[in-house]
């Protein structure tokens, strides 16, 4: 007879507990509890049968894995989280006698300090790794460095968040690394590429921040903990990996602008890229007729090097000047991350690098509805220009974008396009490709052609290939076509639309 295993042995009333079993086994508060998970990375599971891993219980319970709690077990925070309790003990019963000057004492000499060093080199084992997860981090500093200090957010872990990400967007823009900006209802998403990793964040405008009353703070600090630990060791590592000093000097302002005195190693591996861009271009020695696979994937990737090379380089030698009503920050720091000198007025930051007067400056961005005073050879345009000039990798027509007129579709760049999609180019071309496409489409009408053999055999394949499905593919197929023809009646509606307003205009 085989041994009776018995209840809850095995299987999922083994695998996993429930969150009141953990914090009996851990021995501490669901705060702490909630807390420790946080900065672990342990989360809640799901799993396929709850009475069954209830052991028959139907009582609503969140499940944890056993692995997991038994992994906290061995937590050195789980001792300072204890210490802290103890400490908070102490503190309480010499504040209550009245004793203060004992209390501060106790609370400068014995407080128990903690860091998280060893939970972010747990979490990442490679660099890597840290950069897959530094899109949610880098989004959560820029929401803080934006918050007021209060009783909830200290003013240190302010300032740290303002010092961290200034440090990590001087990295952007020395590396130039910069690849996609949006101006969004929720703030301006940027896209950067480091270390062939795509990293995305969303920055909120500069406005003053009301802090809701319905957000539980004490989870986002928590999280804010431990992304301001990981932030600090990614930019350590990358500013190391570039010969840079770490930390950088930041300007009086405290802002996002780096002190220009950085190490002139970063001046000799500019040189050395350009050069390296030089002997890298590839020569194709054979003739065009002759083109394999292997060449044709190369060109691919050399076209795709050289974008790159034009994104990094496409206001070199340009010179900007910010009035006093644009995001100064957001547009310094996308300018400078594509090649561009800018400067600014006095009255947003110190040390402007060239005053207003200068006639070297070849672009003023203003955000009013008409400029006084200006100066001849600058073009005057709005800062959603200089997005939509990222995006599209090359200078669009500046004169779509002049002051007070009314501005092109500003696109998502994180949106790709498929194929029948109405997509609005207007003031994605420059001035001479939409000459020469206003030029084709007044002169090549749509003449009417007869078909050829090969497109009339191509329809009877298609006739005959219907023929032969059955009742449910032929339901699904013509489902497929309304669908289709659906879609392309929509595009070719906005179309039309599109050209009345131009005819309008």
């Given at each position: 007879?085989?041994?009776?295993?018995?209840?809850?042995?095995?299987?999922?009333?083994?695998?996993?507990i429930?969150r009141?079993?953990?914090?009996?086994?851990?021995q501490?508060?669901?705060?702490?509890?909630?807390?420790?998970?946080?900065?672990?990375?342990?989360?809640?599971?799901?799993?396929?049968?709850?009475?069954?891993?209830?052991?028959?219980?139907?009582?609503?319970a969140?499940?944890?894995?056993?692995?997991?709690?038994?992994?906290?077990?061995?937590?050195?925070?789980?001792?300072?989280?204890?210490?802290y309790?103890?400490?908070?003990?102490k503190l309480n019963?010499?504040?209550?006698?009245?004793e203060?000057?004992?209390?501060?004492?106790?609370?400068?000499?014995n407080?128990?300090?903690?860091?998280?060093?060893?939970?972010?080199k747990?979490?990442?084992?490679?660099f890597?790794?840290?950069?897959?997860?530094?899109?949610?981090?880098?989004s959560?500093?820029?929401l803080?460095?934006m918050?007021?200090?209060?009783?909830?957010?200290k003013?240190?872990?302010?300032?740290?968040?303002?010092?961290?990400?200034?440090?990590?967007?001087?990295?952007?823009?020395k590396?130039?690394?910069?690849?996609?900006?949006?101006f969004?209802?929720?703030?301006?998403?940027?896209?950067?590429?480091?270390?062939?990793?795509?990293i995305?964040?969303?920055?909120?405008y500069?406005?003053?921040?009301?802090?809701?009353?319905?957000?539980?703070?004490?989870?986002?600090?928590?999280f804010?903990?431990?992304?301001?630990?990981?932030?600090?060791?990614?930019?350590?590592?990358?500013?190391?990996?570039?010969?840079?000093?770490?930390?950088?000097?930041?300007?009086?302002?405290?802002?996002?602008?780096?002190?220009?005195?950085?190490?002139s190693?970063?001046?000799?591996?500019?040189?050395?890229?350009?050069?390296n861009?030089?002997?890298?271009?590839f020569?194709?020695?054979?003739n065009?007729?002759?083109?394999?696979?292997n060449?044709?994937?190369?060109?691919?990737?050399?076209?795709a090097?050289n974008?790159?090379?034009?994104?990094?380089?496409?206001?070199?030698?340009?010179k900007?000047?910010?009035?006093?009503e644009?995001?100064?920050?957001?547009?310094?720091?996308?300018?400078?991350?594509?090649?561009?000198?800018?400067s600014?007025?006095?009255?947003?930051?110190?040390?402007?690098?060239?005053?207003?007067?200068?006639?070297?400056?070849n672009?003023?961005?203003?955000d009013?509805?008409?400029?006084?005073?200006?100066?001849?050879?600058?073009?005057?345009?709005?800062?959603?220009?200089?997005?939509?000039c990222?995006?599209?990798?090359?200078?669009?027509?500046?004169?779509l974008?002049?002051?007070?007129?009314?501005?092109?579709?500003?696109?998502?760049?994180?949106?790709?396009?498929k194929?029948?999609?109405?997509?609005?180019?207007?003031?994605?071309?420059?001035e001479?490709?939409?000459?020469?496409?206003?030029?084709?489409?007044?002169?090549?009408?749509?003449?009417?052609k007869?078909?050829?053999a090969?497109?009339?055999?191509?329809?009877?394949?298609?006739?005959?290939?219907?023929?032969?499905m059955?009742?449910?593919?032929?339901?699904?197929y013509?489902?497929?076509?309304?669908?289709?023809?659906?879609?392309?009646?929509?595009?070719?509606?906005?179309?039309?639309?599109?050209?009345?307003?131009?005819?309008k205009k």
């Amino acid at each position: 007879m085989a041994k009776i295993v018995k209840k809850g042995v095995k299987g999922a009333a083994a695998n996993f507990i429930t969150r009141q079993q953990a914090l009996n086994k851990l021995q501490i508060s669901l705060a702490d509890f909630r807390r420790l998970c946080i900065l672990k990375g342990i989360y809640p599971r799901e799993p396929k049968n709850k009475k069954k891993a209830n052991k028959g219980s139907t009582a609503p319970a969140t499940f944890y894995y056993v692995k997991d709690i038994k992994y906290l077990l061995h937590e050195p925070l789980l001792i300072k989280f204890r210490e802290y309790k103890a400490f908070a003990k102490k503190l309480n019963k010499v504040l209550h006698k009245g004793e203060y000057s004992a209390a501060k004492s106790l609370e400068e000499n014995n407080k128990p300090v903690y860091t998280l060093d060893h939970i972010v080199k747990e979490r990442y084992p490679s660099f890597v790794d840290a950069l897959r997860d530094l899109d949610d981090a880098l989004s959560m500093l820029y929401l803080f460095s934006m918050m007021p200090a209060d009783n909830k957010i200290k003013a240190n872990a302010v300032a740290e968040c303002q010092k961290l990400i200034a440090e990590f967007q001087g990295y952007v823009m020395k590396s130039k690394s910069l690849r996609r900006v949006f101006f969004s209802i929720k703030g301006i998403y940027y896209q950067a590429e480091i270390k062939g990793q795509t990293i995305t964040w969303v920055v909120p405008y500069q406005f003053s921040q009301d802090i809701p009353t319905d957000v539980d703070f004490r989870v986002m600090l928590t999280f804010l903990e431990f992304y301001r630990t990981l932030v600090g060791f990614v930019n350590f590592r990358l500013y190391n990996e570039i010969n840079l000093t770490y930390p950088p000097k930041l300007d009086e302002t405290g802002g996002f602008h780096l002190d220009e005195a950085m190490p002139s190693s970063t001046a000799k591996m500019d040189e050395d890229e350009d050069t390296n861009e030089a002997i890298d271009e590839f020569k194709s020695t054979s003739n065009a007729q002759e083109d394999d696979d292997n060449t044709v994937t190369l060109a691919k990737i050399q076209a795709a090097s050289n974008a790159t090379s034009d994104l990094q380089n496409l206001f070199k030698n340009q010179k900007f000047y910010l009035s006093r009503e644009t995001p100064r920050y957001a547009l310094e720091f996308m300018i400078t991350s594509c090649g561009g000198q800018v400067s600014w007025d006095a009255s947003v930051g110190v040390n402007p690098p060239f005053p207003e007067s200068d006639e070297t400056i070849n672009y003023q961005i203003t955000d009013r509805p008409s400029v006084s005073n200006r100066v001849l050879g600058r073009t005057y345009v709005q800062p959603q220009w200089v997005a939509d000039c990222i995006n599209a990798r090359k200078i669009v027509k500046p004169s779509l974008y002049a002051p007070g007129s009314t501005l092109p579709p500003h696109l998502s760049p994180f949106v790709e396009s498929k194929e029948g999609d109405y997509v609005p180019t207007a003031g994605l071309d420059s001035e001479d490709e939409e000459e020469v496409v206003e030029s084709t489409t007044t002169e090549d009408k749509p003449k009417t052609k007869k078909r050829t053999a090969a497109e009339i055999e191509e329809e009877e394949v298609k006739e005959m290939s219907t023929v032969m499905m059955t009742n449910k593919q032929r339901k699904l197929y013509t489902k497929m076509q309304y669908g289709i023809k659906q879609k392309a009646d929509e595009v070719a509606k906005l179309e039309k639309k599109k050209k009345a307003l131009k005819s309008k205009k």
